[in-house]
């Protein structure tokens, strides 16, 4: 009689192997408005069995899809098959200017260790403390600190991963492999790629300039090309001062006019909040405040100071150089997310699709236009808050209307606008279930035709996370949990 793949899985993986309804539940979840229950979950203890893993998915037939702490935000980690836990897969090793650690390792770890040297890994999401490495590349994750350092594609110079074949390949090393990317990369339309600095859509092929970037393809590719099993990430020396500046502003338009000012003074990060998140915090802003901007820079400290002064078109409230002081009002910014969601009844959330977009900094008060005209015409309710230096906003809508269909208009909408002004439908999130159906509109059908050989050659069967990224259906307001 032929083997279920469950008893296939267990006869075969050395780790752990978990099929009651309780493990399914807790997996059929993640951070993001969507839940799908899986068939098995399993949890490798070392590489070979990622590799019979895939085999086994193979000889059923079944999806793949490779997990860490689920902290996405669109269902990138969910699917119908086996979900793969790397929560074993948590080595470290730091040298010089880098680290190599295993995908499993969350970043809080990965930081603490790091300190120790007086070194730090840059991107850095708000939920930092939680989410894992691997996590990180699969959405090519970053923070406010990206401004300055650019996102996780922009700091790791090698990744080792387990491809759709069984094939271990490591990038840039392996020379094959590498060209055939290049390759694939010369046939692109670099003119219908976007036109900003943090971009978590697609396949990042357009920053493959040589072989020895061909590492970078994993990035972002939410487990659709490859299981990671190690990382080499870059690291830099702690910086040994910092200030942020708390900037008040009466109107939007005029802090996000303000951003392409002040970005050209180099700070660390500027980052924006309403008036969700001010009203949160435990200072006396002047009542006609709108919104704050967050100006941190972390080199030339006195001069940055003297520069901004001269910039400004806000007023700056607070000036903070202590570590302690700098970090409390960081977890203020860091918080938006949970202001944002402790505000609205949850009745009245709607799922959050559109939350992510960015577009080229000149182009930033054009996004508070388009969300004034989707509030007028869908009669919804927006808060904002995110990265403004990367023109990178996160949004949440409110609506009294509990209409399914309304959620997937106003997301065609906005990406319609979003793709004119040259931005991204996904600054850092990724695509998941919510925008990979967006892809072909964002890129163009030559370039969704090279996404596609990508996806081929890597994963010829489709097993790994099928669904994301190469998107056959809608899944935007598919499998939305409680809605
Ligand atoms: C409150 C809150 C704030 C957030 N703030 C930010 C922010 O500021 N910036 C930001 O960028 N993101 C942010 N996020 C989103 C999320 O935390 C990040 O994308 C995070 O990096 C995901 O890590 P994870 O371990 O939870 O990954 P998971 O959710 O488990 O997986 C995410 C994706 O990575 C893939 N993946 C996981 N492990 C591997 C592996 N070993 N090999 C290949 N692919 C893999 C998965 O298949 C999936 O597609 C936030 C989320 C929350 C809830």
Same mark, same amino acid.
């Given at each position: 009689?032929?083997?279920?793949?469950?008893?296939?899985?267990?006869?075969?993986?050395?780790?752990?192997?978990?099929?009651?309804?309780?493990?399914?539940?807790?997996?059929?979840?993640?951070?993001?408005? &969507? !839940?799908?229950?899986?068939?098995v979950?399993v949890?490798?203890k070392?590489? @070979?069995?990622?590799?019979n893993?895939?085999?086994?998915?193979?000889?059923?037939?079944?999806?793949?899809?490779v997990?860490?702490?689920?902290?996405?935000?669109?269902?990138?980690a969910?699917?119908?098959?086996?979900?793969?836990d790397? =929560?074993?897969?948590?080595?470290?090793?730091?040298?010089?200017n880098?680290?190599?650690?295993?995908?499993?390792?969350?970043?809080? !770890?990965?930081?603490? /260790? #790091?300190?120790?040297?007086?070194?730090?890994?840059? %991107?850095n999401?708000?939920?930092?403390?939680?989410?894992?490495?691997?996590?990180?590349i699969?959405?090519?994750?970053?923070?406010?600190?990206?401004?300055?350092?650019?996102?996780?594609?922009?700091?790791?110079?090698?990744?080792?991963?387990?491809d759709?074949?069984?094939?271990?390949?490591?990038?840039?090393?392996? =020379?094959?492999?590498?060209?055939k990317?290049?390759?694939?990369?010369?046939?692109?339309?670099?003119?219908?790629?976007?036109?900003?600095? =943090?971009?978590?859509?697609?396949?990042?092929?357009?920053?493959?300039?040589?072989?020895?970037?061909?590492?970078?393809?994993?990035i972002g590719?939410e487990?659709?090309?490859?299981?990671?099993?190690?990382? /080499?990430?870059?690291?830099?020396?702690? %910086?040994? /001062?910092?200030?942020?500046?708390?900037?008040? &502003?009466?109107?939007?338009?005029?802090a996000?006019?303000?951003?392409?000012?002040?970005?050209?003074?180099?700070?660390?990060?500027?980052?924006?909040?309403?008036?969700?998140?001010l009203?949160?915090?435990?200072?006396?802003?002047?009542?006609?405040?709108q919104? #704050?901007?967050?100006? *941190?820079?972390d080199?030339?400290?006195?001069?940055?100071?003297?520069?901004?002064?001269?910039?400004?078109?806000?007023?700056?409230?607070?000036?903070?150089?202590?570590?302690?002081?700098?970090n409390?009002?960081w977890?203020?910014?860091?918080s938006?997310?949970? &202001?944002?969601?402790?505000?609205?009844?949850?009745?009245? +959330?709607?799922?959050?699709?559109?939350?992510?977009?960015?577009?080229?900094? *000149?182009?930033?008060?054009?996004?508070? /236009?388009?969300?004034?005209? $989707?509030?007028?015409k869908?009669?919804?309710?927006?808060?904002? &808050?995110?990265?403004?230096?990367?023109?990178?906003?996160?949004v +949440?809508?409110?609506?009294?209307?509990?209409?399914i269909?309304?959620?997937? =208009?106003?997301?065609?909408?906005y990406?319609?606008? $979003?793709?004119?002004?040259?931005?991204?439908?996904t600054?850092?999130?990724?695509?998941? #279930?919510?925008r990979?159906?967006?892809?072909?509109? !964002?890129?163009?059908?030559?370039?969704?035709?090279?996404?596609?050989?990508?996806?081929?050659y890597?994963?010829?069967?489709?097993? #790994?996370? %099928?669904?994301?990224i190469?998107?056959?259906?809608?899944?935007?307001? @598919?499998?939305?949990?409680?809605?």
């Open positions: 009689m032929k083997k279920s793949i469950i008893k296939s899985l267990e006869s075969s993986i050395m780790g752990d192997v978990f099929s009651q309804k309780e493990f399914k539940n807790f997996y059929s979840v993640d951070s993001s408005s &969507y !839940q799908i229950i899986p068939k979950i949890v490798p070392n590489e @070979k069995d990622v590799i893993a895939i085999k086994i998915a193979k000889k059923f037939k079944s999806s793949i899809t997990r860490r702490t689920g902290t996405g935000l669109v269902g990138s969910l699917n119908t098959g086996i979900i793969l790397m =929560k074993n897969f948590n080595s470290l090793k730091i040298t010089k880098n680290v190599t650690v295993g995908p499993g390792i969350i970043k809080g !770890q990965l930081d603490k /260790k #790091l300190e120790e040297h007086k070194k730090f890994f840059p %991107p999401p708000s939920i930092g403390a939680f989410c894992s490495v691997g996590g990180m699969g959405n090519n994750s970053s923070g406010s600190r990206s401004l300055k350092y650019g996102s996780v594609i922009d700091n790791v110079t090698e990744i080792t991963f387990i759709g074949n069984g094939n271990k390949i490591s990038l840039p090393k392996n =020379k094959k492999v590498s060209k990317i290049l390759e694939l990369s010369k046939n692109i339309h670099v003119e219908k790629f976007p036109n900003v600095t =943090k971009n978590s859509s697609g396949y990042r092929i357009d920053k493959i300039k040589s072989i020895r970037d061909s590492h970078k393809l994993i590719s487990g659709t090309l490859g299981i990671v099993l190690s990382i /080499k990430l870059k690291t830099k020396d702690s %910086p040994k /001062k910092k200030i942020l500046c708390i900037v008040e &502003y009466k109107s939007i338009t005029d996000s006019m303000n951003c392409i000012k002040i970005n050209k003074t180099k700070p660390s990060a500027i980052e924006f909040v309403d008036k969700t998140t009203n949160q915090i435990n200072f006396k802003f002047s009542p006609k405040t919104c #704050l901007l967050f100006v *941190e820079y080199k030339n400290i006195n001069l940055s100071e003297k520069k901004l002064k001269t910039t400004v078109t806000g007023k700056i409230v607070k000036k903070l150089k202590s570590d302690s002081e700098i409390r009002w977890r203020y910014r860091d938006s997310l949970y &202001y944002s969601l402790k505000s609205i009844k949850k009745e009245k +959330r709607i799922p959050h699709v559109i939350e992510d977009a960015a577009v080229p900094l *000149e182009s930033l008060s054009e996004i508070f /236009k388009i969300l004034k005209n $989707i509030n007028k869908f009669k919804t309710k927006t808060i904002v &808050y995110g990265h403004a230096g990367n023109g990178n906003v996160h +949440r809508l409110i609506s009294d209307r509990r209409e269909a309304m959620v997937k =208009k106003i997301a065609i909408e990406f319609d606008e $979003i793709i004119k002004l040259g931005g991204t439908i600054a850092e999130h990724g695509d998941g #279930l919510a990979s159906e967006f892809i072909k509109k !964002q890129y163009g059908k030559e370039n969704y035709k090279i996404f596609k050989e990508i996806k081929h890597f994963d010829p069967e489709n097993v #790994l996370n %099928p669904g994301k190469i998107s056959m259906k809608s899944t935007i307001i @598919k499998n939305l949990e409680n809605f």
